[in-house]
């Protein structure tokens, strides 16, 4: 029992919680682990437990033994450190571990040009018309960012080459979001054979949001993306 002295705290749907899952469910830790999904909707994520291990009162929050980690990346880190002996998400060649350390950190741009400029604004405008100018220099914008992420998986199973790397594991979350969001990507098509792919991949599956399973998200996205 690897994960007996665990415990993580977590969010349906929430990219940051899905990395550390996928993680965990990579290095075959998931179902073991004692864990407890919080409802942001009724501040769960503020209750003492949290806060005790977490100030910030944010999820993911995690603990093992004595070692508390409570940033998602630093989760990820951790835990493939600690596993290394089990299904290792970095290559041994210092130059392509560098190029999954690149896709890691340059996931940052998907929520700086998507999630921020077309996601957000269209959750929180509850139908209200947008800015249409702003809306069409924002949506060239994403169609950009996808461009970099189709290219780069040309010729490729995943990422960066045919194994599945943590470059993966911080990719997929945002991918599965965009596409739960009504995103056709049709003018990406490497981006939908990836996703198509992984989507069978059995951590993925295991750590699929479970509100997802209940119906269709809101259809944000499908005319611009
Ligand atoms: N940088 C943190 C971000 C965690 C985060 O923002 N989690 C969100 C859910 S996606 C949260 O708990 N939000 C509630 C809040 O900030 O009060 C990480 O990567 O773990």
Redesign the pocket.
């Known amino acids: 029992m690897a994960a007996k002295d665990m415990f993580f705290f977590w ?1 349906s ?5 899905w ?2 899952m996928l993680v965990l469910a990579e290095k075959g830790l998931w179902d073991e682990c004692p864990k407890k999904m919080l409802k ?1 909707s009724e501040k769960e ?2 209750g003492s437990d949290v806060m005790a291990l977490n100030p ?5 929050t995690f603990k093992d033994g004595d070692v508390t980690v ?6 990820c880190m951790y835990l493939e450190e600690k596993f290394n002996d089990r299904n290792k998400l970095f290559p041994s060649d210092v130059g392509k571990r560098a190029e999954v350390y690149q896709r890691m950190f340059e996931v940052h741009n998907i929520v700086s040009n998507i999630m921020e400029t077309l996601v957000r604004p269209r959750m929180q405008n509850k139908g209200a018309p947008l800015d249409e100018e702003k809306t069409k220099e924002n949506v060239a914008k994403a169609k950009e960012e996808l461009d970099r992420w189709n290219k780069m998986l040309v010729g490729k199973e995943f990422l960066c080459g045919n194994e599945f790397t943590m470059g993966d594991v911080f990719f997929i979350p945002f991918l599965a979001i965009l596409k739960r969001l009504g995103a056709t990507l049709s003018g990406h098509p490497e981006l939908n054979r990836y996703y198509d792919s992984i989507c069978g991949r059995p951590s993925v599956q295991a750590t699929w949001p479970p509100h997802w399973k209940e119906g269709p998200g809101p259809d944000l996205l499908n005319k611009d993306l």
């Open positions: 969010g749907g929430s990219p940051p919680c990395k550390a942001f994520h503020k910030r009162g944010q999820l993911p409570n940033e998602s990346g630093a989760i």
